[in-house]
T-cell receptor, first 115, second 115 residues
């Protein structure tokens, strides 16, 4: 069975600083995808970044980067130059092929960016 | 650019009542999903569909039924609502998945309360 673990229920970071949100996963599949989504207080799910299991380079999208360490089965999200608008819940997720590539989500990390 | 649209956005049901949640996507996606989100639990997969006319059970299917009669629509039904089904429901869709899956696009969510 696949499992996503986010060990940080809540995190604080000061504006303009960088922050790392941890995510570890467990799977026996060779082919899988790792995703990060942001959920602000308004409730919508916003896609941030994707990493395929065969991608050799870490994914980057603007201020977001995914620190992918396959041997350690970790897929940490790094947010550089935090902004007040980054305050939200962040979910790590993994796709699993035996359920139509549905996403298996972690429980999330609540990030608060302070001035 | 509608993307994924869910109706209704809010609903209050009495125990034992039935209702249908509608999800519509205009991106010609093959894959569609229904998730529920409960406090502290992340999102959990209820049912999914890999194409028109096909559906399959996810992690928490009990008490729900689904139909995908048209490619663009995915309906979630509650035949006899129970308080345990109080939750926020999200519909999502994605392209035909190759290895690792692809980004899922989410609707805005439906907040359902069963009293």
């Amino acid at each position: 069975a696949q499992k996503i673990t986010q060990t940080q229920p809540g995190m604080f970071v000061q504006e303009k600083e960088a922050v790392t949100l941890d995510c570890t996963y467990d799977t026996s599949d060779q082919s899988y995808g790792l995703f990060w989504y942001k959920q602000p207080s308004s409730g919508e799910m916003i896609f941030l970044i994707y990493q395929g299991s065969y991608d050799e380079q870490n994914a980057t999208e603007g201020r977001y980067s995914l620190n992918f360490q396959k041997a350690r089965k970790s897929a940490n999200l790094v947010i550089s130059a935090s902004q007040l608008g980054d305050s939200a819940m962040y979910f790590c997720a993994m796709s699993y092929s035996n359920s139509g590539y549905a996403l298996n989500f972690g429980k999330g990390t609540s990030l608060l960016v302070t001035p | 650019n509608a993307g994924v649209t869910q109706t209704p956005k809010f609903r209050v049901l009495k125990t034992g009542q039935s209702m249908t949640l509608l999800c519509a996507q205009d991106m010609n996606h093959e894959y569609m999903y229904w998730y529920r989100q409960d406090p502290g639990m992340g999102l959990r997969l209820i049912h999914y569909s890999v194409g028109e006319g096909t559906t399959a059970k996810g992690e928490v299917p009990d008490g729900y039924n689904v139909s995908r009669l048209k490619k663009q629509n995915f309906l979630l039904g509650l035949e006899s609502a129970a308080p345990s089904q109080t939750s926020v429901y999200f519909c999502a869709s994605s392209y035909s998945a190759s290895s690792g899956g692809t980004e899922a696009f989410f609707g805005q969510g439906t907040r359902l309360t069963v009293v």
